[in-house]
């Protein structure tokens, strides 16, 4: 065994039960090709590495890549940085140029990962992640929450997410401080042209949510006055937890219209 570092994230699944429902969630044809996210002892890679033939895993830490290659030798283990990773250039010569991702997430940059998924989504079959229970709640919540913002219309407008089951603290070494979840991320198998562009929707997102209690009206009072246009009466009298994802898309198509 390695000793967890916390700066890392390290917290290793030891439960067989757990491990083994986790893996069972991707739903990806054993052909695929399978990328795991921080496989740090290898609990999960015992068995994805089994199941999936053209499988491969990245991993930060060298005392793991170094145990993995002991443990599992002749499984695809690469250290590196997952926030570093080019999915377009792992896509390519998969089956369908696309890849499947699965991972019990380093705590500390699940939505820098997410991000990293979302943005690279024409490439990205599926993904099956752990992740603090509050995040799973966050990019699940329906419009009208109190969880419902940023991450939930972000993520709904690239795929479709599902919080499949919570993970008890009990099944962790060491145990987390926070609540675990698994999402499976459905992404759509042909990606629609965009008729937004990403940073400026993003832009318009972020302003409406930066004041959420603010009516549209006032929250993007900024972009209003950049592109010298008002939004029409009910519209601008709405909160930003009040649109649903596509509603923000065609906002920001109207706002990009004007300028
Ligand atoms: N998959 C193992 C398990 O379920 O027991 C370990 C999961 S642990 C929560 C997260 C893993 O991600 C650790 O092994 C950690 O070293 C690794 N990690 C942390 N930051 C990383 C990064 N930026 N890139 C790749 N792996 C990272």
Not at 67 to 77: A, I, K, T, Y
């Amino acid at each position: 065994m390695i000793q967890p570092i916390k700066r890392l994230g390290q917290n290793f699944l030891q439960d067989p039960n757990t491990i083994r429902k986790i893996v069972d969630s991707l739903g990806a044809e054993t052909n695929s090709r399978v990328v795991e996210i921080g496989p740090g002892t290898g609990a999960l890679t015992k068995l994805l590495s089994e199941r999936y033939s053209d499988f491969m895993a990245i991993e930060i830490d060298p005392r793991a890549v170094e145990w993995l290659s002991h443990e599992l030798p002749g499984v695809r283990v690469v250290q590196g940085d997952v926030l570093e990773v080019d999915w377009v250039e792992l896509a390519k010569d998969a089956p369908g140029e696309k890849v499947s991702a699965i991972g019990n997430l380093p705590y500390y940059i699940t939505s820098q990962i997410l991000f990293g998924l979302l943005d690279a989504a024409p490439v990205i079959r599926e993904a099956v992640i752990m992740m603090q229970y509050e995040v799973a709640a966050r990019l699940t919540a329906a419009p009208r929450t109190k969880d419902y913002g940023i991450l939930s219309v972000a993520t709904q407008l690239a795929c479709t997410p599902k919080l499949l089951f919570p993970v008890s603290r009990n099944v962790f070494y060491p145990k987390p401080d926070v609540k675990s979840a698994i999402v499976r991320l459905e992404f759509p198998q042909s990606v629609t042209e965009q008729r937004v562009h990403p940073e400026w929707l993003r832009r318009v997102i972020r302003s409406a949510f930066n004041q959420r209690r603010k009516t549209l009206r006032n929250s993007l009072s900024a972009i209003l006055n950049e592109v010298q246009m008002s939004l029409p009466d009910e519209l601008g009298a709405k909160r930003a937890e009040e649109l649903s994802p596509q509603e923000f898309v065609d906002l920001a198509l109207y706002l990009h219209k004007a300028q």
